[in-house]
């Protein structure tokens, strides 16, 4: 009985779509996180008649007969839609007003990138993340600065005792990609190119299609608590009723199993 499998194929989509959702409101608060969804598409028909075919009467059957056999998860894309900004006024917190990603260095020299801009000084001065992963290009804040100052270019300026002007101690660059759905997600906020993604194009904050830098803030989740509860309530409703089809379908071959018997 086909009922039995497809329902089965829907049961599995929803199951997929609930970690999905689950994910999203397990990263409410994460500095940076986008959401994710689930794209499905339907499985391969069966023909039991084409349409346009002829029929015995010598018609043209206008419809045709065909039988589904389900649904089946096909992506998961990553929606780069802009969260919320949220003001900390910490110095080194950074939030991208518009397209771009920071570029951090993993431990093993390769590049990621983040939109996550909570940023803190290591014991050298360096401006890393909560990982202690350094900010390429490395910007190094000196030991006795009285403040820092980011401006919306990436500049950082850094205030010294005895000097009335600041000291410019490095810029900030930003990267963007052609498809930032291609991006592989990394976990610690980080994402890593892909094929799919394209190379990274580096540029000057507020140029070439970048965004700029707000400093004393940090960019929130997109993640719609409101949106993901009825996602989740529909998706529960979902599965339900794909169980309820397996059941169904087992309880026809039951009585199809007992007209054999009598």
Do not use: C
């Not at 349409?51 to 419809?63: I, R």
């Amino acid at each position: 009985m086909r009922a039995l499998w497809t329902a089965a194929t829907g049961m599995q989509a929803q199951q997929l779509t609930l970690d999905v959702v689950a994910n999203n409101l397990a990263n409410v608060q994460t500095t940076g996180f986008k959401r994710s969804r689930v794209d499905f598409q339907d499985l391969v028909y069966e023909t039991l008649q084409a349409p346009g075919a002829t029929s015995a009467q010598g018609q043209e059957v206008p419809s045709g007969f065909q039988v589904g056999h389900g649904s089946r998860a096909v992506a998961t894309q990553r929606l780069f839609i802009k969260g919320d900004l949220q003001q900390t006024g910490n110095a080194l917190d950074l939030a991208i007003e518009g397209e771009g990603f920071f570029q951090i260095q993993q431990p093993s020299g390769e590049t990621a990138y983040s939109r996550a801009g909570a940023f803190k000084k290591d014991s050298q001065g360096r401006v890393v993340t909560s990982d202690g992963f350094p900010l390429e290009p490395q910007i190094t804040i000196p030991a006795n600065a009285l403040s820092v100052a980011v401006g919306v270019d990436g500049t950082v300026s850094v205030t010294l005792p005895g000097q009335q002007q600041p000291q410019q101690a490095g810029t900030i660059q930003l990267v963007r990609f052609i498809n930032p759905a291609g991006l592989q997600g990394h976990g610690r906020n980080l994402f890593i190119a892909t094929q799919a993604s394209g190379d990274a194009t580096p540029g000057t904050p507020g140029q070439d299609g970048l965004g700029t830098l707000l400093q004393g803030f940090v960019e929130g989740a997109n993640v719609n608590v409101v949106e993901e509860m009825v996602g989740l309530i529909t998706s529960q409703r979902a599965y339900e009723i794909n169980s309820r089809a397996i059941r169904t379908a087992d309880e026809m071959m039951q009585t199809a199993n007992n007209l054999v018997r009598a």
